[in-house]
């Protein structure tokens, strides 16, 4: 059983950085794969980002690209997801969720879709103002 903990979410100006934080206690972040996914007022959960276990791959999504750093640290059994050039619609609940590895072969792969996911924490809000 793992436990995610999310922190650092708030309320920024348009134009700001924001960097929030999964830690993850009960197993060690190594043997997971880690995403980040939000849901906005009204909409469906969706994925930003992800990054395997190994934490030699990571993916995002096409409207955070260039914005958003995904990066995990298993010493500290913490993932992060610095987030740069914030914008009014990156406004959500934003929830990290972790993936157990099945076999050591799928190391490095990263995963996109909530149901792939076995963990979720309960999130945190992120507010960028206009």
């Known amino acids: 059983q793992v436990q995610l903990i999310e922190s650092g979410g708030g309320l920024v100006q348009a134009g700001g950085s924001l960097s929030v934080s999964c830690a993850a206690s009960?197993?060690?972040?190594?043997?997971?794969?880690m995403g980040w996914f939000r849901q906005g007022p009204g909409k469906e959960r969706e994925f930003i980002s992800a990054i395997s276990a190994s934490g030699t791959s990571t993916l995002y999504v096409d409207s955070v690209k260039g914005r958003f750093t995904i990066s995990k640290d298993n010493a500290k059994n913490t993932v992060f997801l610095q987030m740069n050039s914030l914008k009014p619609e990156d406004t959500a609940v934003y929830y990290c969720a972790a993936r157990r590895l099945r076999a050591r072969i799928y190391n490095s792969r990263y995963y996109t879709s909530v149901q792939e996911y076995d963990y979720w924490g309960q999130g945190t809000q992120v507010t960028v103002s206009s």
């Open positions: 009960g197993r060690t972040l190594s043997d997971y794969a």
